[in-house]
């Protein structure tokens, strides 16, 4: 009856990702799947740009045109999960080519994971919605002092030059890069007062998953 798809740059590739999204859909609606509930990205419909954000946009597209009795388009933010992985954390450091002043959105994957059984359980109420999502907009240092609390360690930010990320990967600079000049717009308060999910806070978050 119905599908939930999500897939992952970081393991498969751009292109890589992007085929597998597509195939699902083909799969999918060759199965007489009614009700399908696919994971793109936040602003993914807004041209960023950035090469692992437009290729879930292809997708997207790929789902609204299968024509599926029923679909869902759910648009995460930047995952608070990400934060005490390698890619920003380094000891005592949270780094990231990002200025101290610069706000981002973020969300805790158990909030996606509410927002898709919703997708799920009120699925006729949520044919056809296309909705943005993230819990918390947040600064760098705002996020290391959360995470300092947490872990019960000092943690400061250090914003690193974006040619240094850049050496590693143009895909995930030109994301950083989206991040200080637009930056995503989930209505986070809207979401809640329309849907009824309780936006996890990042401080909440790291005290319950990073608690030592």
């Known amino acids: 009856w119905g599908v939930f798809a999500v897939q992952n740059t970081w393991e498969a590739g751009v292109a890589g990702e992007e085929a597998q999204g597509k195939r699902l859909v083909q799969l999918a609606r060759e199965h007489g799947v009614s009700h399908f509930v696919y994971t793109s990205v936040g602003s993914a419909?807004?041209?960023?740009?950035?090469?692992?954000?437009?290729?879930?946009?292809?997708?997207?597209?790929?789902v609204r045109a299968a024509g599926f009795p029923s679909h869902v388009i759910l648009r995460p933010a930047f995952f608070m999960e990400n934060l005490p992985t390698p890619w920003f954390l380094h000891g005592d450091k949270l780094m990231a080519a990002m200025k101290p002043s610069t706000v981002l959105q973020m969300?805790?994957?158990?909030?996606?994971?509410?927002?898709?059984?919703?997708?799920?359980?009120?699925?006729?109420?949520w044919n056809r919605v296309e909705l943005d999502i993230a819990g918390d907009a947040v600064t760098m240092p705002q996020a290391a002092a959360a995470l300092s609390e947490a872990m019960?360690?000092?943690?400061?930010?250090?914003?690193i030059?974006?040619?240094?990320?850049?050496?590693?990967?143009?895909?995930?600079?030109?994301?950083?890069?989206?991040?200080?000049?637009?930056?995503?717009?989930?209505?986070?308060?809207?979401?809640?007062?329309?849907?009824?999910?309780?936006?996890?806070?990042?401080?909440?978050?790291?005290?319950?998953?990073?608690?030592?």
């Open 45 to 62: 419909h807004r041209k960023t740009g950035i090469p692992h954000f437009d290729n879930k946009y292809r997708v997207e597209e790929t």
């Open 107 to 125: 969300i805790a994957v158990a909030d996606i994971g509410k927002y898709g059984a919703m997708a799920f359980t009120h699925a006729a109420e």
């Open 152 to 159: 019960r360690k000092p943690i400061t930010f250090v914003s």
């Open 161 to 212: 030059p974006i040619e240094e990320v850049r050496k590693n990967s143009e895909d995930f600079a030109l994301m950083l890069e989206w991040f200080e000049k637009v930056g995503y717009n989930a209505d986070i308060s809207g979401n809640e007062k329309k849907y009824g999910i309780k936006p996890t806070r990042l401080t909440e978050w790291a005290q319950s998953t990073l608690r030592v």
